[in-house]
């Protein structure tokens, strides 16, 4: 099956492996296992452009027919008996899986000046990877705490009990406050003058459709952070969470831009207001600039992870708090 919103086209032709994690029998136990075949395993051929002539010009996929991989050239290599040779299990023993395929191939740097990152999954792992250096450098501070919230399932809904519509995030602020001491109404007025960075890529300006760009806020590639805004909300930033930022990165001595969607085209969303559903913060929605937004294979700057890594390590050691028509930090 398909997950979430995937360029198909990519995945044809490439060499392909599985990951994820089974769960297996160990006495009266169920242990969970991590998976990751690292080998050329699968592949999802293309039709012959001599079967379908269309095939440069407007193509569909249809992912029951079209995207299903080849493991064998043998009629019955079973797939559980496999996962469980490599992995040194007995097929028998495993009872349950989450399993994937992914791209087998490793990330790396690019360019004539070596400054874009090609890579799987750097919508969002670029930011995650960001914001956690950037929380562990930053400096001890007893007055506020860092929290730094990985979610995952973004990209079918964050319905999950990992996602951020779920409660996950303010049951573990509260199981912090009551850790601390806080009665209930001290941690609202804590989450009160709070603050949230929301952390998701953004779309870059591409070099082959500038059309499709805002014609004033058209981010690029190591140009800086991008905030983004949404007149209908579908992003967090307003007036004070772009300000409060924007001075993030002054301190952090870094380089920020701006981001919307043409007014004629819909966009996506992130994580931000879903995650004030059950959390109401000052928040702001920001990203790095990429190409080729949920492809297998993506496109981003070097110079930008670092942009973040820095700003993110002044926001994590930085209070914050609001005072009648000021913001403190």
């Keep these: 099956e398909k997950y979430g919103g995937a360029i198909l086209s990519g995945w044809l032709d490439r060499p392909l492996s599985v990951s994820g994690r089974i769960l297996v029998k160990n006495g009266d136990t169920i242990v969970s296992k991590l998976v990751k075949l690292d ?10 452009i001599h079967m ?16 299903l991989p080849v493991l ?13 040779q490599r992995v040194g299990v007995r097929k ?9 395929l992914y791209v087998h191939e490793s990330g790396r740097v690019i360019g004539a000046d070596h400054d874009m990152v090609l890579a799987p999954h750097l919508d969002d792992l670029q930011c995650g990877f ?18 730094l919230a990985i979610f995952d399932n973004e990209e079918t809904g964050s319905l999950s009990a990992q996602g951020a519509d779920s409660t996950f995030l303010k049951d573990t602020l509260d199981n912090i406050s009551a ?6 109404s001290a941690e609202r007025c804590a989450l009160a003058g709070s603050f949230m960075v929301s952390a998701d890529n953004a779309h870059a300006v591409h070099p082959n459709h500038p059309e499709k760009a805002d014609p004033v806020n058209r981010p690029h590639i190591n140009g800086g952070i991008v905030i983004k805004y949404n007149a209908n909300q579908h992003y967090t930033s307003d007036g004070v969470s772009a300000a409060v930022f924007k001075e993030i990165c002054r301190r952090a001595d870094v380089p920020y831009q701006t981001f919307t969607n043409r007014s004629d085209m819909a966009g996506g969303s992130t994580l931000g207001n879903l995650s004030n559903r059950h959390v109401s913060l000052h928040t702001v929605d920001i990203g790095l600039a990429q190409l080729a937004m949920h492809s ?20 994590f050691s930085s209070s914050f708090a609001e005072k009648g028509n000021s913001f403190l930090i």
């Design 39 to 48: 080998e050329d395993l699968l592949v999802i051929p293309s039709l012959a």
């Design 92 to 100: 028998e023993d495993i009872l349950g899986h989450d399993l994937f």
């Design 179 to 184: 850790a601390a001491g806080f009665s209930a």
């Design 296 to 315: 297998c294979m993506e496109t981003a700057g070097v110079k930008d992870t670092e942009y973040l890594i820095r700003a993110m390590k002044v926001f």
């Design 52 to 67: 379908n002539r269309n095939t440069n010009d407007s193509q569909s996929w249809n992912v029951q027919q079209d995207l």
């Design 130 to 147: 960001s914001n956690l250096h950037g929380f562990l450098e930053a400096e001890d501070s007893s007055d506020h705490i860092p929290v």
């Design 72 to 84: 064998s050239l043998q009629e019955k290599t079973d797939f559980l008996a496999l996962v469980a």
